[in-house]
């Protein structure tokens, strides 16, 4: 994985960025406070979001103060593919509710969405692509300013419990337990399974001495009984039901024609009153039709040419309106235009002084670099070549130091056996076939003579070892010599270059100046006038204006008397409307005096006294009878239910039958489910002490191969770190030393060896180097002395040119990791706004 762009609005002490991230190592500079570290937050949170937050912060310190909301942008590429991550963060609420939130999170791959949007699917996406989460990612790729001691310092628990979260080895132990907890789930499951089942044998013995099928045969015969008499009594109820439907249908349909008579009395009423009113307001209308002509006849006056007159006045005022509107447009614009003019002429000599500052920065560097050249030239005089290649230097280097560990290996086999076979001899027991034996075996006298020679020529071999380390190490002293003086010639040249450019945006920037405040004296003569046209033009507007609502008092008088005229026909049309509705209403009196005709007719002679018997006598039947089957029908119920639980209890004699048949075959189940439980919890707890044994023992020699890049001609030998995670420092004289010991400069160099060394070893276990996170470093030099500065330069170049990191990002100030940098960030903090912004693209220096 590679940073490609960062693009920053309103994150922190900056306003607004972009940055360029190149391959190799790049160094963030800037004085205290600029904003490097800034810089790296945000990637952090682009990736994580709030995960990427320290225990005392929150959303709302990433968002600059004053405004309202940040976005964070993070370009990257992995495996081929181009991916970018947003992170937008508003800020809501008001007063001590006052809070921010992530409104929008989106990871895109080549272009299109990976997972859905939110703040959780990024995570997971991130997390899925990286295989680390946020705390795995600051203990592997992101060593934080002040957090450089810290796997150093951490216990052994803890470093094991990184270092096996890096790995994933922590799944393991969550399988095993989870695993154990399944074998007690399945214990306590058994023990439910056995209650269950002796449970229901207790049930089927308690069914069985009830003798079930002998008591539903009787119960059976006695419910047949009670439905032969329960149908008779529904017969003659349905006889009494008939008598009385047909009384009451008759009873209802003289009571119907009644009330309906009732009502067409009453409509033929209504509606004789209604066509009186009617009538009365026929004539009212048409009066009033006659008084509105005749005052319009009275009133008439010349509308056409009122209006006439009206339409030229509105003309005018039109007119002069938009005259006016086109000057105030124009002031408007003029002003704006004098405003622009104004602020030219200030930026424009802000540009100017800038460039002069800019110009004597440059010279300032220009002659800082050229002493730093002949100080390296200097320097670079007083050193001699070396004889041979530094590879060639090197591998005779690695050639010694496999043959010293060879006879080291061999001399402890040596030794160990020795120690084994005089202890077996004490005993009087023959070391090889454990009989007993008098005397020393000869084999034994050959081993220590053995060890003997190996020892004379381990310390030979110590002392070519030296020799070799020395020799590397002059030769690697005169090649970086080359390396830097080469550098800083390259330097010069391009400080050169940059004083001549600046110089030439002074002399531009100056002639700017002149002519933006030529420009301003133009604009101020040419609002003058355009003001003077546009006080003109009002006044004539405003006369326009009086002559028009004349005109409009005219044409509305000349308008009235044609009012009064559209109104009496209005009215003369209403009347006839009258007229009609009118003439309806009358037909409709005609048809409800015939109905009233027709409904008298039809009540005839009825005999309602004979059929309210008949009525109430069924009704008398149909009680009486219910009253009896409801009885009836209750005692059949109760047999029914009887019946029911009897046949409730036979169906459950057979139901628990057959699941104690099924609780005997999971019993058998549930026991081999145990037993691979147990089984399975066994063998995670045996993978995970396995693959944290391997991958210790690979950790401690990728420790070393990095210990040794930079210690090579240092006092220590090697680094041991043992299964139980302990940190042991050994010295080339045999002495061991706990890392607390160490100054504060080499635990700073030790701890980031352990971090490279955990970065190589992750690429190693997950075969997934390419989705691996740059290596970055937040201000490690602090607290270095120039030795241990160079001890840090040649591991962070060693993890960019050999072990294969292709981005390593420091934050630094440090002139010499400048130096050994492939490129660099510059950031700055104006001191008017106290804001930062990047003052420069990465430059490349190799």
Not at 279 to 304: F, P, V
Not at 321 to 343: P, Y
């Amino acid at each position: 994985m590679r940073f490609e762009r960062l693009r920053l609005t309103n994150f922190r002490c900056y306003e607004s960025a972009t940055v360029e991230f190149d391959e190799g190592v790049t160094v963030v500079q800037g004085g205290n406070g600029a904003g490097k570290t800034s810089l790296l937050k945000a990637c952090f949170v682009a990736l994580y979001g709030s995960d990427a937050l320290g225990s005392n912060e929150n959303l709302a310190d990433v968002v600059t103060n004053g405004t309202e909301e940040s976005h964070i942008s993070l370009g990257f590429t992995h495996a081929g593919d181009t991916y970018t991550v947003e992170q937008e963060i508003a800020m809501t609420g008001s007063g001590d509710d006052r809070r921010a939130t992530t409104r929008k999170s989106v990871l895109t791959r080549n272009g299109e969405a990976v997972g859905d949007d939110g703040v959780t699917s990024t995570r997971e996406e991130i997390e899925s692509l990286l295989r680390m989460d946020a705390d795995a990612f600051v203990n592997c790729a992101y060593v934080r300013q002040g957090e450089v001691n810290k796997l150093i310092e951490a216990s052994p628990d803890e470093r094991r419990r990184v270092v096996d979260e890096l790995l994933q080895l922590g799944k393991l132990e969550t399988y095993r337990e989870r695993a154990d907890e399944a074998r007690l789930g399945v214990k306590r499951v058994r023990q439910r399974v056995e209650d269950r089942l002796e449970d229901r044998r207790e049930a089927v013995k308690e069914i069985e001495d009830t003798d079930p099928h002998e008591r539903l045969s009787s119960l059976r015969e006695n419910v047949t009984e009670k439905e032969d008499e329960i149908e008779n009594y529904e017969r003659q109820v349905e006889k009494a039901r008939d008598s009385l439907r047909d009384a009451e249908e008759r009873l209802e349909s003289h009571d119907e024609t009644k009330e309906r008579l009732d009502e067409v009395e009453e409509q033929v009423a209504q509606l004789e009153g209604e066509i009186d009113d009617r009538t009365d307001r026929l004539r009212e209308l048409r009066d009033e039709a006659d008084e509105k002509r005749d005052e319009a006849e009275g009133t008439e006056a010349d509308l056409k040419e009122a209006r006439d007159e009206e339409e030229e006045a509105e003309e005018r005022v039109s007119s002069l309106q938009d005259t006016k509107t086109r000057l105030e447009t124009r002031v408007g614009s003029k002003s704006e235009a004098l405003e622009d003019a104004r602020e030219a002429v200030r930026k424009a000599n802000e540009r100017a002084e800038k460039a002069r500052n800019d110009a004597e920065k440059a010279r300032d560097e220009l002659a800082e670099k050229r002493d730093a050249l002949e100080e390296a030239r200097a320097e670079l005089e007083d050193v001699e070549a070396p004889s041979k290649g530094t590879d060639e230097l090197r591998g005779t280097l690695a050639d010694r130091r496999d043959r010293r560990a060879s006879v080291e290996t061999r001399l402890k086999t040596l030794r160990d056996g020795i120690e084994g076979a005089e202890e077996k001899l004490a005993d009087g027991v023959c070391p090889t076939c454990g009989q007993e034996i008098h005397g020393e075996p000869d084999f034994l006298r050959e081993d220590r003579e053995e060890a003997d020679e190996l020892e004379g020529e381990l310390k030979k071999l110590e002392e070519k070892v030296d020799e070799a380390v020395e020799a590397v190490e002059e030769a690697e002293r005169a090649e970086e010599l080359y390396e830097r003086t080469e550098r800083l010639e390259d330097g010069v040249d391009t400080a050169m270059e940059r004083v001549e450019s600046r110089e030439e945006v002074h002399e531009e920037a100056m002639e700017e100046v002149e002519e933006a405040a030529g420009r301003l004296e133009e604009l101020k003569d040419e609002l003058g006038e355009a003001e003077e046209e546009k006080e003109a033009v009002a006044e004539q507007l405003e006369d326009a204006r009086e002559r028009l609502q004349e005109a409009r008092e005219r044409r509305e008088e000349a308008e009235r008397a044609e009012e009064l005229a559209e109104e009496a026909e209005r009215l003369e049309d209403r009347a006839g409307s009258v007229e009609e509705v009118l003439e309806e209403k009358r037909e409709r009196l005609r048809e409800k005096r015939e109905l009233r005709d027709e409904l008298n007719e039809r009540i005839g002679d009825v005999d309602v006294e004979e059929l309210r018997d008949r009525r109430d006598e069924a009704r008398d039947y149909i009680e009486s009878a219910t009253d009896r089957l409801d009885s009836l029908r209750d005692e059949r119920d109760e047999i029914q239910n009887a019946i029911g639980g009897v046949e409730n209890r036979l169906e459950r004699l057979d139901g628990l039958r057959d699941e104690i048949g099924s609780l005997e075959q999971r019993l058998d189940d549930v026991d081999e489910m145990h037993d691979d439980a147990v089984a399975l919890k066994d063998t995670y707890a045996s993978l995970r002490h396995e693959l944290r044994s391997q991958n210790l023992r690979r950790l401690d020699q990728l420790l070393n191969e990095v210990f040794e890049t930079i210690y090579a001609n240092a006092s220590y030998s090697r680094v041991e770190l043992d299964e139980d995670y302990e940190i042991t420092v050994h010295e080339k004289d045999g002495t061991t030393l706990d890392p607390e010991r160490l100054s504060g400069g080499e635990r700073a160099v030790f701890n980031l060896s352990l971090r490279c060394a955990v970065y190589r070893l992750l690429v190693e276990g997950t075969g997934a180097k390419a989705a691996l996170p740059p290596l970055i470093l937040d201000e490690p030099t602090t607290f270095l002395d120039d030795k241990h500065v160079s001890r840090l330069i040649r591991l962070v170049r060693a993890m960019n040119d050999e072990y294969g990191v292709e981005q390593v990002v420091v934050v630094s100030h440090d002139a010499e990791l400048l130096d050994a940098a492939d490129s660099r960030i510059v950031v700055e903090k104006e001191p008017t706004t106290n804001r930062s912004r990047v003052v420069e693209a990465p430059l490349s220096n190799r």
